[in-house]
């Protein structure tokens, strides 16, 4: 059985995972970190794989930039990093829904919005990871799965 560790910068996020893990009797879901991908100070040192869920797209770039820089601290060779959310592909034209969510993030911050696939996985690259595969998801996200070399 997976043991997850959720975190979040949030305190009232932190909270609310608690109350879900609480409700549900969750024995293999840790107690909720208080982690800033952005920050290098991770409250971990070690994780045999790191899932991002719906992150990127709302929050400032150097979110990425620190997600893929701490993934590369704390996992082994081979280990997986998952992303899962929105993206722009330079092979693909950006479906109206996307566009109009987008449009919606920049509206609410202007650092925010869908990141660019390439440019995502050249970030991660320069932090020991390799794109491994892309999967289509439903609603136009993606799964995006990248391995620690």
């Not at 992303?83 to 950006?94: C, S």
């Not at 995502?120 to 289509?136: K, N």
């Amino acid at each position: 059985m997976l043991t997850w560790q959720p975190s979040d910068p949030s305190k009232d996020a932190r909270r609310s995972i608690s109350a879900w893990i609480a409700a549900e009797g969750l024995a293999n879901v840790r107690s909720p970190l208080g982690l800033d991908a952005a920050c290098d100070g991770w409250p971990i040192d070690h994780a045999a794989a790191v899932v991002c869920i719906n992150m990127i797209h709302i929050s400032p770039w150097a979110s990425t930039e620190g997600l893929m820089r701490g993934a590369g601290r704390i996992l082994d060779a081979g280990a997986s990093l998952y992303l899962y959310g929105p993206f722009r592909q330079a092979t693909k034209v950006l479906e109206p829904s996307n566009a109009a969510f987008e449009q919606n993030l920049r509206a609410r911050d202007p650092r925010w919005g869908l990141r660019d696939l390439d440019e995502v996985a050249a970030c991660a690259a320069s932090h020991g990871f390799v794109l491994d595969r892309v999967v289509e998801m439903p609603a136009n996200n993606l799964s995006v799965i990248f391995r620690r070399s």
